[in-house]
């Protein structure tokens, strides 16, 4: 099973060594394909005023040195296509953020590095349109390389919903489905001057996503997830991950022939 986790913005070297160090332990007690993920620059807080990041020069120079030092996979997202280059230099996985998965100029960038690329289905896609998206990265390389990630559709104002129909109409097109259980327990703006979330929900929906199919998942993960800087309402504690995981893993094993699904035309 894939795992994406890792604090949502990178907050200090220490604090990503911490969250990648803990996180890699329960990756190789249940025999997880670990990718480390925190982001140099989040363009899309809920305020101007909000914590952003240490930007790209600082923030690839510390996914640089986790990397060097843990040997481990990194995955970090791009907002602009004159980022694609310097982040490829570095990185295992190129992330396209939900809002901007339709960027064409993003994605044939990214597709151009021949890295993996994982792109968030948008709040407000369909998924059969997302086989669109596919096509603009799938030009400029193997589709295998390329990721989807279902993370919530919008309902309404301050909620998103999982469309679990989502997970099995994206894996008709032959590639890895992810499920990101923290972001879509978001509640976009329901805070104040930030993003809320209902954090007590992701266990459930894990469970659900890998039940339905889901190629691995993508979660939030920090030591206090109170003091996060960004995303607090739903980033994990290490005990909730913890959790979370012996349940998830105790499914997978279970489920892993209902796992494969015939790729065709949606």
């Given at each position: 099973?894939?795992?994406?986790?890792?604090?949502?913005?990178?907050?200090?070297?220490?604090?990503?060594?911490?969250?990648?160090?803990y996180?890699?332990?329960?990756?190789?007690?249940?025999?997880?394909k670990?990718?480390?993920?925190?982001?140099?620059?989040?363009?899309?807080?809920?305020?101007?005023?909000?914590?952003?990041?240490p930007?790209?020069?600082?923030?690839?120079?510390i996914?640089q040195?986790?990397?060097?030092?843990?040997?481990?996979?990194?995955?970090?997202?791009?907002h602009?296509?004159?980022?694609?280059?310097?982040?490829?230099?570095?990185?295992?996985?190129?992330?396209?953020?939900?809002?901007?998965?339709?960027?064409t100029?993003?994605?044939?960038?990214?597709?151009?590095?021949?890295?993996?690329?994982?792109?968030?289905?948008?709040?407000?896609?369909?998924?059969r349109?997302?086989?669109?998206?596919?096509?603009?990265?799938?030009?400029?390389?193997?589709?295998?390389?390329?990721?989807?990630?279902?993370?919530?559709?919008?309902?309404?104002?301050?909620?998103?919903?999982v469309?679990?129909?989502?997970?099995?109409?994206?894996?008709?097109?032959?590639?890895?489905?992810?499920l990101d259980?923290?972001?879509?327990?978001?509640?976009?703006?329901g805070?104040?001057?930030?993003?809320?979330?209902?954090v007590?929900?992701?266990?459930?929906?894990?469970?659900?996503?890998?039940?339905?199919?889901?190629?691995?998942?993508?979660?939030?993960v920090?030591p206090?997830?109170?003091?996060?800087?960004?995303?607090?309402?739903?980033?994990?504690?290490?005990?909730?991950?913890?959790?979370?995981?012996?349940?998830?893993?105790?499914?997978?094993k279970?489920?892993?022939?209902?796992?494969?699904?015939?790729?065709?035309?949606?």
């Amino acid at each position: 099973m894939i795992w994406i986790a890792g604090p949502c913005v990178i907050e200090s070297f220490e604090l990503c060594e911490s969250v990648l160090t803990y996180c890699l332990s329960l990756a190789k007690r249940y025999g997880l394909k670990y990718y480390f993920k925190a982001s140099f620059d989040k363009a899309n807080r809920t305020s101007i005023n909000a914590f952003r990041g240490p930007g790209l020069k600082e923030g690839l120079r510390i996914l640089q040195a986790l990397k060097d030092a843990y040997a481990v996979n990194i995955i970090t997202d791009v907002h602009e296509v004159s980022q694609v280059e310097a982040v490829a230099d570095v990185v295992d996985v190129i992330q396209i953020p939900a809002f901007l998965c339709r960027q064409t100029d993003l994605l044939v960038a990214a597709g151009r590095t021949g890295k993996i690329v994982n792109i968030k289905k948008g709040q407000f896609m369909d998924p059969r349109n997302m086989k669109y998206v596919l096509e603009k990265v799938g030009t400029h390389q193997n589709r295998s390389n390329i990721w989807l990630t279902e993370r919530g559709t919008s309902f309404g104002y301050d909620r998103l919903i999982v469309d679990f129909w989502s997970l099995y109409t994206m894996k008709q097109f032959g590639v890895p489905v992810i499920l990101d259980v923290t972001h879509s327990v978001q509640c976009p703006g329901g805070g104040v001057e930030k993003t809320g979330g209902l954090v007590d929900y992701v266990s459930v929906l894990g469970a659900a996503g890998i039940a339905a199919g889901a190629s691995g998942v993508f979660t939030e993960v920090h030591p206090n997830p109170e003091k996060a800087l960004s995303d607090a309402a739903t980033s994990l504690s290490f005990e909730k991950i913890s959790r979370c995981l012996y349940q998830w893993m105790s499914l997978w094993k279970r489920s892993q022939p209902y796992q494969e699904v015939r790729p065709n035309t949606v």
